[in-house]
T-cell receptor, first 112, second 118 residues
């Protein structure tokens, strides 16, 4: 099936350091969504990117969608302990065989 | 965002019994509800896509006769695990969404149901 890959699997950072997670798809995406799941919690929607080369910011979070619409990234500037959790990129496309695919996620730990 | 509830939050049952899990969208008209399984420290795996008033679409490898999904209204979907076995023990999460062209809008997730089959 169509795969969505994410790296790294785990990231441990000192509070205040930056963090980036990368998402790659084997096929061109119509859009990409990002979710955050806190330990013991459920996924919460962060953003959806639709346009080629799109860049969106939410405070310290910057999301990018690649020009070829096959990759995306999430960058967090100056991490805080509240950023702890697993970040998933999600492919969703009705017309494809694999309609909704969650990436494996990147688990972020922030050391105070 | 919308609030989605799941009931029960956890359930322990004997092997061979059936368990029903409810997913309610409290303040959102969910034309589509998704059902996922999540194993510890792993990602979410989509089991089925359920559209209100129609049959669910199951992902490859998911037995539709074992995991019965009903989506009778815009605010309620149920997942029934029939003749549960220990290998069905997992965390089941539902989400509510609406359609948008070729894809879906953001998903609002329920808190999940922890199923343990003895």
């Amino acid at each position: 099936g169509q795969q969505v890959m994410q790296i790294p699997q785990y990231q441990h950072v000192q509070e205040g350091e930056d963090f980036t997670t990368y998402c790659n798809s084997s096929t061109t995406l119509s859009n990409i969504q990002w979710y955050k799941q806190r330990p013991g919690g459920h996924p919460v929607f962060l953003i959806q990117l639709v346009k080629s080369g799109e860049v969106k910011k939410q405070k310290r979070l910057t999301f990018q969608f690649g020009e070829a619409k096959k990759n995306s990234s999430l960058h967090i500037t100056a991490t805080q302990t509240t950023d702890v959790g697993t970040y998933f990129c999600v492919k969703n496309q009705k017309t494809s065989y694999d309609k909704v695919i969650f990436g494996p996620g990147t688990s972020l730990s922030v050391i105070p | 965002g919308a609030v989605v509830s799941q009931h029960p939050s956890w359930v322990i049952c004997k092997s061979g019994t059936s368990v029903k899990i409810e997913c309610r969208s409290l303040d959102f008209q969910a034309t589509t509800m998704f059902w996922y399984r999540q194993f510890p420290k792993q990602s979410l795996m989509l089991m089925a896509t359920s559209n209100e008033g129609s049959k669910a679409t199951y992902e490859q490898g998911v037995e539709k006769d074992k995991f019965l999904i009903n989506h009778a209204s815009l605010t309620l979907s149920t997942l029934t695990v029939t003749s549960a076995h220990p290998e069905d023990s997992s965390f089941y999460i539902c989400s509510a969404s609406s359609s948008s062209g070729e894809s879906w809008n953001e998903q609002f997730f329920g808190p999940g149901t922890r199923l343990t089959v003895l």
